[in-house]
């Protein structure tokens, strides 16, 4: 137990349904990761919150949308998914985003889209 | 573009030996680097965390570091099956916009010690 749980752990959703993945940490941290990984692929950060401020990557589709609505919590809203987009996707938290940036996973989404 | 490279192996060692791990990046400014092992299935899990050339020791495993060659390992002292698993390198470096930081991953090297 790293103390950043995600709900659910698996999900299967079809291409027109709208879904929601879910991230808690309860280690005090300040801010908050959303990272995608495939198979064979490195692991792709696709949003940072840190003391409010966000950061995204921009090859990230806008039917992925973050939120966060304080710093224990982060939510990633999924709409109109296409098949390509399955994937675990991964949350961490790191007591800031700064220089010494250890991260904590929790234990992912097993996100399938058909 | 910032890159870390790391051999994907797998790399096989047997119980006992040493499991040698390598990682070179790109960016010159970054100042922490990190390890993380990843079961299978499983999410990554940080093990070492390095900011300083040299070695740094924690029980079976020893993270090196050299900023002038850009070049960060792990050794695995005592292999045990249990150690089986892919290892992911990780390094601190700048996102363009802001103040905020990120940790580019390398590929992972796939290791497997065996009994």
């Known amino acids: 137990e790293t103390g950043v749980t995600q709900t659910p752990r698996h999900l299967v959703m079809g291409m027109t349904n709208k879904k929601s993945l879910k991230c808690e940490q309860h280690?005090?941290?300040?801010?908050m990761y959303w990272y995608k990984q495939s198979a064979k692929k490195p692991l792709e950060l696709m949003f940072v919150?840190?003391?409010?401020?966000?950061?995204e990557n921009n090859s990230v589709p806008s039917r992925f949308s973050p939120e966060c609505p304080n710093s224990s919590h982060l939510f990633l809203h999924l709409h109109t998914l296409q098949p390509e987009d399955s994937a675990l996707y991964l949350c961490?938290?790191?007591?800031?985003?700064?220089?010494?940036?250890?991260?904590?996973f929790g234990p992912g989404t097993r996100l399938t889209v058909l | 573009q910032k890159e870390v490279e790391q051999n994907s192996g797998p790399l096989s060692v047997p119980e006992g030996a040493i499991a040698s791990l390598n990682c070179t990046y790109s960016?010159?400014?970054?100042?922490?680097f990190f390890w993380y092992r990843q079961y299978s299935g499983k999410s990554p899990e940080l093990i070492m965390s390095?900011?300083?050339?040299g070695d740094k020791e924690d029980g079976r495993f020893t993270a090196q570091l050299n900023k002038a060659s850009q070049y960060v390992s792990l050794l695995i002292r005592d292999s045990q099956p249990s150690d089986s698993a892919t290892y992911l390198c990780?390094?601190?470096?700048?996102?363009?916009?802001?103040?905020?930081?990120?940790?580019?991953f390398g590929s992972g090297t796939q290791l497997t010690v065996l009994p």
């Open positions: 961490a938290s790191s007591q800031d985003s700064l220089l010494y940036n250890e991260q904590f």
């Open positions: 280690l005090g941290h300040n801010a």
């Open positions: 919150y840190s003391l409010e401020e966000r950061v």
């Open positions: 960016d010159r400014v970054s100042q922490s």
């Open positions: 390095i900011y300083s050339n």
């Open positions: 990780a390094v601190n470096s700048p996102i363009s916009s802001g103040s905020a930081r990120q940790l580019t």
